[in-house]
């Protein structure tokens, strides 16, 4: 049997003590809420202030709220004397809880006392300060640090201290927790510390931190929510957290190498970092789907940061409703950078000069605007204005400007004009074919239902099979325009439309109580001062300029695989996605090379895959070097839901309680659920339920970017054949697992997979 670490009981009154101090900062930031009131007939600027402070005691009572199973301190980190924090400093005392005073560990009255010694016992080099890490930063009552923030650059070295350049640390403590409760302490020393006991640095395995708290993060089960790495961030994840805020950041990783919680844990950083503008400017995190965004919303908040905004590209763009997706062709011309200019000319087709001269009458006289002063009208609207809507005005004054003057004798007022035409219906009508105002969802719903406008738009630009592919039929009423769902691919369109057409007209008051109000315009875009983007690697040319659209200041973090790019517009590397990008700083890479998820027997038949996917990539360097071998079974004329369901209930028992996933394409979800209800085996589906049963039914094309215990891949060669990118699917599906795969088919296995032989069950 194990023996206790002798710091166990100590270091648990020292987190028992942090818990303390942090109920009491809870208690007073709940105190204060209440201070401020303002009675009947107080000021503007008194709410002004109450509600200033209501809003940070909320939000630093939400900071404070850690969930009963969230560990407060996961680590500590003894420095010695020559650590810029503590030297000239002889008492060691930089965080205030920390003297060397020759006792070797935290006491019980919360006081961190770092010795002589570095480990409790025997000579060795000598600490000068102690330092606890943990997720939010607590305080005593005399406002001297108990615990460190995470993210402070004190931190820093508890991710990347390493054996050859240890940051000045003498000692790297990691905690293995349950809730309150300390179960185990995991050291590991440095410099002379590591001589002193004999033990090489080069023993630990290479790039690689608290290890023993790290295989116990990742052989725990899944939940089927995503959670947070910060007590096992490794050297090589920290380095792209920190990275400096400005520009764009791209972040190419295998599976399992910690993508997603990167660009979270870098999201949580950078607001802590840069609190001032970022809190102001907004930062967003844009994730490739729904059940996606559900899998890693926890993670932030328990950061303490819950103001982050997550969303889907589609929920960028407002007025509209967004359902299911376009395929094929039409799916690949929607995502084309050709599709900018394309819609240039049909909003270009919308301005238009009249047919014939417009006459009305006015009085006992008619007054005349020619077909060529309409031309003119349109052409100087064309040249003055960027957005169409914006000249609407000028249009009208233009037209009315122009029956003004074609009277008899002297030129008539032109507002006298305005006021006695404008109802009438010929001139309406006029000003319709002239300058329509158009609302983006007007001008794709005309322009998608009319061939010859189509055709005049794709002239020397689409092909006739590209132009053909995006007619559609005309929704006439405006009610039914109005609930109609939008393919997920139109989102792109409509904001570009957006952005060509700017907002309808307003009226003067309007425009007035609006600037009054802060309220920005119809026209304006909301923008964020940093934007994360997970899964990027799959985004369309046209995608990617709705988010330009948002960048405020051009910093952005995009993380993503190349290997796992699947859809119609799966790129081949990151340059060409850089450039529809924010290029204001020179653009930084940065690449995750250990994989965390996948244990290696499960990496290596994944592998054979990558190599026919994306031969130039390397995969991910395993941390887990042993586990279970890959099951396959051939199903041999027998029944492919039947042995399905024996995989389910194989995989059940093997990960108990953790979760079980079967993968397979779309064609495959409907029988393979039936035939699971037959066997009853309780399970959802992704695209309706999440990850919130034990069993899950994934459509490959919703499998990015999830983790689960167990993954049954069913019908590889179906996969090949049904997605945009086959072998790159195959390879997203055969790396969700973190503990077992298995592979079920009837159909030959496609070649890749045929190689060295895998255990059957």
């Known amino acids: 049997m194990a023996h206790a670490h002798p710091d166990l009981e100590a270091e648990q009154a020292y987190i028992d003590?942090?818990?303390?101090?942090?109920?009491?900062?809870?208690?007073?930031?709940?105190r204060m809420s209440g201070l401020v009131e303002v009675g009947r007939g107080g000021t503007n600027q008194a709410k002004f202030e109450r509600d200033v402070i209501w809003e940070t005691m909320a939000a630093r009572l939400s900071q404070l709220d850690l969930h009963q199973q969230t560990a407060l301190c996961f680590g500590r980190i003894d420095v010695g004397d020559d650590h810029p924090a503590v030297a000239g400093n002889g008492n060691g005392?930089?965080?205030?809880?920390?003297?060397?005073?020759?006792?070797?560990?935290?006491?019980?009255?919360?006081?961190?006392?770092?010795?002589?010694?570095?480990?409790?016992?025997g000579a060795g080099p000598r600490i000068a300060d102690s330092f606890y890490i943990g997720r939010i930063a607590v305080s005593d009552d005399q406002q001297e640090p108990v615990i460190v923030d995470w993210r402070a650059p004190i931190a820093e070295p508890f991710y990347r201290a390493t054996g050859r350049i240890p940051m000045g640390l003498v000692r790297r403590r990691h905690f293995a927790t349950r809730g309150r409760t300390v179960l185990g302490i995991e050291d590991e020393l440095f410099g002379d510390a590591v001589a002193s006991l004999g033990l090489a640095a080069d023993d630990r395995p290479e790039g690689v931190t608290g290890y023993g708290a790290l295989i116990s993060a990742l052989e725990t089960a899944r939940t089927g929510r995503l959670t947070d790495i910060v007590a096992t961030i490794q050297g090589e994840q920290d380095e792209i957290i920190r990275s400096p805020l400005p520009g764009v950041l791209v972040v190419q990783g295998g599976p399992g190498t910690g993508k997603t919680v990167v660009a979270l844990h870098r999201a949580a950083y950078l607001l802590y970092t840069h609190r001032f503008p970022l809190e102001g400017q907004g930062v967003l995190v844009v994730g490739p789907n729904r059940l996606f965004l559900s899998y890693i919303e926890q993670v932030l908040p328990s950061l303490g940061e819950a103001g982050v905004e997550l969303a889907v590209l589609s929920d960028l763009v407002g007025e509209v409703r967004f359902g299911g997706r376009d395929t094929g062709l039409t799916a690949r011309v929607k995502g084309d950078l050709r599709m900018a200019k394309f819609l240039r000319r049909a909003v270009r087709q919308r301005q238009q000069y009249l047919r014939e001269d417009l006459v009305v009458p006015y009085g006992l006289q008619r007054l005349r605007l020619t077909r060529e002063q309409s031309r003119?009208?349109?052409?100087?609207?064309?040249?003055?204005?960027?957005?169409h809507n914006g000249a609407r005005r000028f249009v009208e004054g233009e037209v009315y400007a122009a029956l003004a003057r074609s009277a008899r004798g002297e030129p008539l007022p032109v507002h006298q004009v305005r006021e006695r035409l404008r109802g009438l219906p010929e001139v309406r009508q006029a000003l319709e074919w002239m300058w329509p105002v158009l609302t983006p969802a007007q001008l794709l719903n005309d322009f998608f239902s009319g061939r010859s406008l189509l055709r005049n738009a794709a002239d020397n630009l689409l092909t006739d099979a590209e132009w053909q592919s995006l007619h559609r039929p005309r929704i006439h009423d405006p009610a039914e325009l109005d609930a109609w769902l939008w393919p997920q691919d139109d989102a792109p369109l409509l904001d570009e439309a957006r952005a060509l057409l700017g907002a309808k007209p307003r009226s003067k008051k309007h425009r007035s109580v609006e600037r009054a109000e802060g309220v920005p315009g119809d026209d304006e875009v909301r923008t964020y001062g940093h934007i994360c983007v997970d899964e990027a690697q799959d985004l369309s040319p046209m995608q990617l300029r709705v988010l330009n659209r948002r960048s405020l200041n051009g910093s952005m973090t995009i993380v993503g695989d190349i290997a796992q790019s699947t859809g119609q517009w799966a790129h081949h590397n990151w340059d060409e996605i850089l450039e529809h990008l924010?290029?204001?700083?020179?653009?930084?890479?940065?690449?995750?090379?250990?994989?965390?998820?996948?244990?290696?027997?499960?990496?290596?038949?994944?592998?054979?895959?990558?190599?026919?996917?994306?031969?130039?990539?390397t995969p991910p360097t395993a941390v887990r070097q042993s586990g279970d071998e890959p099951?396959?079974?051939?199903?041999?004329?027998?029944?492919?839901a039947d042995e399905v369901c024996a995989a389910v209930r194989r995989e059940l028992d093997a990960v108990d309680p953790g979760s079980v996933a079967v993968v397979c394409t779309d064609s495959l979800v409907a029988p393979l659920s039936a035939a699971l209800d037959r066997a009853g085996i309780d399970h959802g589906q992704a695209n309706r339920h999440g990850l919130e049963q034990r069993v899950t039914l994934v459509p490959v094309g919703l499998a990015k970017g999830l983790e689960l215990d167990a993954c049954i891949v069913v019908e590889p060669a179906a996969v090949v054949d049904e997605e945009a990118q086959g072998m790159r699917a195959l390879y997203v599906a055969l790396t969700r697992a973190t503990k077992r795969l298995s592979v079920v088919h009837e159909r030959p296995l496609p070649a890749a997979l045929v190689g060295e032989p895998v255990s059957a069950p």
């Open 17 to 30: 003590h942090a818990y303390a101090c942090l109920e009491a900062t809870r208690e007073a930031a709940a």
């Open 93 to 121: 005392n930089g965080n205030g809880n920390g003297h060397a005073d020759g006792t070797g560990h935290a006491d019980a009255d919360g006081n961190g006392h770092a010795d002589g010694n570095g480990n409790g016992g």
């Open 376 to 387: 003119q009208i349109v052409e100087q609207a064309r040249r003055r204005f960027r957005k």
């Open 582 to 617: 924010p290029d204001r700083h020179a653009p930084r890479r940065a690449e995750l090379t250990i994989g965390y998820r996948t244990p290696a027997p499960l990496m290596e038949l994944a592998t054979r895959v990558l190599r026919v996917a994306a031969p130039e990539l």
């Open 631 to 640: 099951i396959v079974t051939d199903v041999a004329g027998g029944s492919l």
